[in-house]
């Protein structure tokens, strides 16, 4: 196929305008003391309303969710539709502890989760299992975003045929991002989220109107994804998927739906976008209007299914299903839309590998070289390596993608929604009672860890018996359905954490200082009456005062 | 002058139960998977398991909204009456 330069053009321009904006954004709001973290890190934790909703979409709904989660309904079915109840009742959750979270992050001065688990529980090991889960956990999901693009360009044919000359738009892609997150901090991936945001939403209105009048409408869509889906896959001797999960499918949709829920806000980025809003307000008000992204997910995960009436991918064997959703723009929309698609994509990867990498820069700055190498950082030492580490973060993305098999990154993402999901009970726990003891804590941690990636190591991918990490589900014990492993380590580790509090505090156990009182969780920036607590955070910009009692 | 009864309002308040079975009604009708894994009725051809899910985007988004109202306006209620208590005080 030849390359489609009108498509490429506009592509390309987005892209320009996009870097234009990055670089920018370094100016936007200007600090008056851009040394310190707060600002490279969180923004100068000063983002209203309306900039928040587009940063927590931008930086939740990626490229990879645009092209995995229809890939996978093009794939499988039934079963990837999951991703719509989990973001569904991901919002009413959160609007449970994410006020607290807010609040006590702003009044102790706290960057990261691991922050905040330090001085809950007066224990850096809690910490640093918590920073290092999140590192972790964010490295393969910062690959997945070059996947995206990959997809992108791949559908484009972008490149040469050497294998240089193949990754040479990717490396420029990423060094134009990792320069503008280097000098803008937060503030560019704000700022771009609007074009990101607004490109996404434009894209799938058009897509889930003006496809299926293609295509002859919703039912003959329909119509022909079920005579796909029960077609025998030879390689598996199976049905290619199901258009209604099964029986036997059930426990596996509902799990995977909670325990992706639960894992959403554990992750680093997602913390980092929450933690930059200005005020308690701010945040609730946010968790009030996000399911307005829930709907697009919806609706763009149907595309999978216009991908199969459309025949994208039709009789190719070995098919790379991730490529089906740019193929059905390129073969459904005029070269120009097509174009502005791929560009929707595009920036939909940089917006969220940004802000990824930022919030691992802050777990690796305040959780690891602050708290264990050097405890007298400067704030002004402390953005310097936040800001070395976040080209590190990315260049180790750009490695997975690059070296290793671009499966593997798949995988390993997979694997890393159950390792983040084994943070649950240190932060949602601690945000409410401090009772867990923190060595339990570790145990716990410790157990969910291993028991999870034990599990998914005996999970064969499909159709290839003897491979390793193929996938998230797998038996849970006791109950002897196939459900997510994420919530069945979830659930061991929060019995071993229950069990060791209750033995290590009968033996007394020394319980670490917590420096936060029951105020920290509910206060706010405010007008406080005069002669109330007036020490602000350390960064002492803001008055806060508790809200409620 | 001080009515120290209503001085504090109790952590278990109708509002906020009210809020708490707005919050918790999606996680029963879609964790429930069974209740909904049907294809008819169908909806201009899309079968009942995806329409269904995708109105519970719409229903869920206005519940969440509405115990975010509820919620906000008990929430300045409490801290008029602990600024109030507080001015008695100084």
């Known amino acids: 196929m030849k390359t489609d330069w009108t498509a490429l053009s506009v592509f390309i321009l987005f892209f320009l305008l996009v870097t234009v904006i990055g670089f920018v954004a370094a100016r936007w709001r200007r600090a008056t003391d851009a040394q310190h973290l707060d600002e490279w890190g969180l923004g100068g934790r000063s983002f209203g309303t309306v900039i928040s909703w587009f940063l927590l979409g931008g930086d939740l709904y990626t490229a990879y969710t645009f092209i995995a989660v229809p890939a996978l309904i093009y794939g499988v079915g039934a079963q990837g539709f999951y991703a719509v109840p989990y973001t569904i009742i991901a919002w009413p959750l959160v609007f449970l502890f994410l006020p607290r979270l807010w609040s006590v992050a702003r009044r102790k001065g706290y960057v990261t989760l691991a922050d905040f688990a330090r001085g809950r529980y007066g224990s850096k090991s809690v910490a640093v299992a918590v920073a290092l889960t999140g590192i972790l956990a964010t490295m393969p999901y910062i690959a997945l975003q070059l996947v995206g693009i990959q997809a992108v360009l791949d559908t484009l044919h972008v490149g040469g045929s050497s294998s240089f000359g193949k990754d040479l738009p990717l490396l420029i892609a990423f060094a134009v991002l990792a320069a503008y997150t280097y000098s803008s901090g937060l503030r560019a991936p704000a700022l771009i989220a609007f074009v990101k945001d607004t490109l996404v939403y434009v894209v799938v209105l058009v897509a889930i109107i003006y496809i299926p009048i293609r295509l002859g409408g919703y039912g003959h869509i329909f119509h022909d994804a079920a005579t796909a889906m029960a077609r025998t896959n030879p390689a598996t001797g199976k049905p290619r998927g199901s258009m209604i999960p099964g029986a036997q499918a059930q426990w596996a949709y509902a799990t995977l739906a909670l325990g992706s829920a639960m894992a959403l806000f554990m992750y680093p980025h997602s913390a980092t976008g929450v933690m930059a809003a200005k005020d308690r307000l701010t945040v609730r008000r946010n968790l009030a209007v996000m399911p307005a992204y829930s709907l697009m997910l919806g609706l763009l995960s149907l595309l999978g299914f216009m991908a199969i009436s459309a025949g994208v991918g039709k009789g190719v064997k070995g098919y790379n299903s991730q490529l089906a959703i740019p193929q059905l723009f390129q073969q459904m929309f005029p070269s120009w839309f097509a174009g502005v ?48 580490v976040s080209l590190v973060v990315k260049l180790g993305a750009l490695g997975f993608v690059l070296g290793i098999d671009k499966q593997f990154s798949i995988n390993l993402q997979l694997l890393g929604g159950i390792w983040i999901l084994q943070t649950f009970p240190a932060i949602v726990g601690g945000l409410f009672v401090r009772w867990f003891h923190r060595w339990a804590l570790l145990a716990g941690w410790a157990a969910g860890m291993t028991y999870g990636t034990w599990k998914a190591y005996g999970v064969a991918a499909a159709g290839k018996p003897g491979t390793h990490f193929g996938g998230s589900s797998a038996n849970i014990p006791v109950i002897g359905q196939i459900g997510y492993i994420g919530v069945t380590a979830l659930v061991l580790n929060i019995a071993v954490a229950v069990v060791l509090t209750l033995v290590l505090k009968a033996v007394k156990a020394p319980e670490g200082v917590d420096e936060t009182v029951a105020a920290d969780y509910v206060a706010d920036v405010a007008d406080t009456p005069a002669g109330s607590d007036t020490e602000g955070p350390e960064h002492g910009r803001d008055v806060i005062a508790p809200v409620t009692t | 002058m001080s009515q120290p009864t209503e001085a504090k309002l109790p952590l278990v308040t109708p509002v906020r139960v009210v809020c708490a079975v707005l919050l918790v009604a999606p996680f029963v009708a879609l964790l429930w998977v069974d209740s909904y894994a049907t294809d008819k009725p169908a909806f201009v051809g899309i079968p009942f398991f995806y329409w269904y899910q995708l109105l519970w985007v719409i229903l869920s988004a206005l519940m969440t909204g509405l115990a975010y109202v509820l919620f906000t306006r008990e929430e300045r209620q409490r801290r008029a009456r602990r600024l109030a208590r507080g001015g008695e005080q100084a």
Not at chain 1, 365 to 371: F, L, P, V
């Open chain 1, 341 to 388: 698609a791929f560009a929707a994509i595009g920036i939909g990867a940089l917006v969220p590998a940004a802000i990824m990498s930022i919030a691992a820069a802050n777990l690796f700055t305040r959780n690891i070289y602050k708290d264990l190498l050097k405890p007298d950082a400067t704030p002004a030492e402390e953005t310097k390596v936040a800001k070395l």
